[in-house]
């Protein structure tokens, strides 16, 4: 352990983490989460999508068309943030917004049939982006982790507000 004062020097060649983080279950869910999410987004350039535009396409295409504000929600993205990623797909063609029929403040995001297509073709990335960012990983491996990680993110639900566990809630861990 480093003296107060002093910088943490890796004691294995490579390692960039301090002993008191190397461990820490939190922490490697960020870094894996961080590194899935880069790599998506790296493979999803390809069709010119990142993976927060896949997961509103996904959502929209499958769930049927949703407010702004319920797209945020669910994929946990600010209203800044959603506005200008639907500003695109709309601008590209892929999503459209129309008038809510039962709030005329609101609009509902829908996806084109170009957005339908480029939903299919991002699933098929995503699909290829996890067997490699699993690869590690034997196939019992995996089903273990999704098990793990469904009950983890399950159990913070219970926990934090039980009434508020909503299918687009769930969904949010995908993406």
């Known amino acids: 352990m480093a003296e107060p004062g002093q910088a943490y020097q890796a004691a294995e060649p490579g390692s960039e983490l301090p002993p008191s983080m190397q461990d820490r279950v939190p ?13 998506a987004n790296q493979m999803l350039a390809q ?3 990142t993976a927060r535009q896949a997961g509103i396409l996904t959502l929209i295409t499958e769930s049927g068309p949703m407010t702004q504000k319920a797209l945020g ?3 946990r993205i600010d209203r800044t943030t959603m506005v ?19 709030d005329r403040r609101a609009f509902l995001v829908t996806a084109t049939p170009l957005g339908q297509q480029a939903k299919t073709a991002a699933i098929r990335i995503l699909d290829h982006q996890q067997q490699r960012f699993l690869a590690p990983l034997g196939q019992q491996d995996r089903l273990l982790l ?3 990680l ?5 159990g913070q639900q219970d926990q934090s507000n039980p009434s508020q566990i909503t299918k687009e809630a769930i969904a949010c861990a995908y993406w």
């Not at 469904?150 to 399950?154: D, F, H, M």
Request: aromatic share 6%.
């Open 84 to 102: 200008a990623l639907v500003d695109d797909l709309e601008a590209r063609g892929l999503a459209e917004r129309r008038r809510h029929p039962r």
């Open 146 to 148: 999704a098990d793990l």
């Open 47 to 49: 069709i010119g999508l």
């Open 27 to 39: 922490f490697l869910l960020y870094r894996a989460a961080e590194a899935s999410h880069a790599l």
């Open 73 to 75: 929600t669910a994929l």
């Open 150 to 154: 469904r009950r983890l993110y399950q």
